[in-house]
């Protein structure tokens, strides 16, 4: 199947909130987006059977994105401190199934909780990873730096370190332009024991603005199969969202 470009999937179905009950509630911060541009045969052979790789403008795109987690809790129970508050990092790729639900493969995820990655591997089958990380804030929020640092489980080494500026003013992505296509999704897939699955979240749209990135050191992209590009990556940094996660559910194909 041909990888589809932006005018050729609907967009905007994916940002309506769906007609159900959330199964959990977070908080994103302080996301920094890194994105480079592949060959779109580099990146497709890495995808599970069942899904096509999104493109922009015959492109793929692979992102590297260092935030922090707050106030994660399933509905109906209270925040926990450490349970609920942990960074994370994860390396994606835009995928969709069948020409619709445009969304997000996740190579790896990286977690500062090792009781949240063990969660999340066996309830939403994605491949966490437990990490040393951390994030330092500048006085104001003028500059963040992220580290993490791969524990368990293999394929190690695989750690990040970058800092960011933000610069510029925030504002939402307008669709049908690149910065939509790489910020704004609303769905994950999966996969486990041979099945398919996606989920959804949904929040408000980003308030995004660019940076300068400064002392870029990762191995992450190459634990995943992936050769990063030596190009500068494409930056974007949001102060954050607050998410309503809905249900796993199985692909039918």
Same mark, same amino acid.
């Given at each position: 199947m041909r990888p589809m470009s932006s005018p050729?999937? =609907? /967009?905007?179905?994916?940002?309506?909130?769906? =007609?159900?009950r959330p199964v959990m509630y977070q908080s994103w911060r302080h996301l920094?987006?890194?994105h480079w541009s592949l060959p779109v045969e580099q990146?497709?052979?890495?995808?599970?059977? &069942?899904?096509?790789?999104?493109?922009?403008?015959?492109?793929?795109?692979?992102? @590297?994105?260092?935030?922090?987690?707050?106030?994660?809790?399933p509905r109906g129970l209270p925040a926990v401190g450490f349970l609920s508050d942990f960074h994370e990092t994860n390396v994606r790729t835009y995928v969709h199934f069948q020409g619709r639900d445009p969304g997000?493969?996740?190579?790896?995820?990286?977690?500062a909780n090792a009781i949240a990655v063990r969660l999340a591997r066996a309830w939403f089958k994605l491949p966490y990873h437990f990490a040393g990380m951390e994030l330092t804030a500048a006085p104001g929020g003028t500059s963040y730096a992220y580290r993490s640092e791969r524990r368990w489980p293999p394929p190690t080494p695989a750690s990040c370190a970058v800092r960011c500026l933000p610069r510029g003013s925030a504002s939402t992505s307008t669709p049908g332009t690149l910065q939509h296509f790489l910020?704004?999704?609303?769905?994950?897939?999966?996969?486990? /024991?041979? *099945? @398919?699955?996606? &989920?959804?979240?949904?929040?408000?749209?980003? *308030?995004?603005? &660019?940076? =300068?990135?400064?002392?870029?050191? *990762?191995?992450l992209l190459a634990a995943a199969g992936?050769? /990063?590009?030596? *190009?500068?990556?494409?930056?974007?940094?949001?102060? &954050?969202?607050d998410v309503d996660v809905f249900r796993l559910r199985r692909v039918v194909r």
């Open positions: 050729d999937i =609907d /967009r905007l179905a994916p940002t309506r909130r769906p =007609d159900e920094l987006f890194l990146v497709a052979p890495l995808l599970p059977g &069942g899904l096509t790789l999104d493109t922009f403008e015959g492109r793929a795109w692979v992102g @590297l994105v260092p935030f922090t987690m707050r106030g994660v809790r997000v493969w996740f190579f790896s995820l990286e977690a910020v704004e999704r609303y769905f994950l897939y999966s996969q486990a /024991r041979g *099945e @398919l699955y996606r &989920g959804q979240v949904h929040h408000a749209p980003y *308030e995004v603005r &660019g940076a =300068d990135v400064e002392g870029l050191e *990762e191995t992936l050769s /990063r590009p030596s *190009e500068p990556p494409l930056a974007h940094f949001s102060e &954050g969202v």
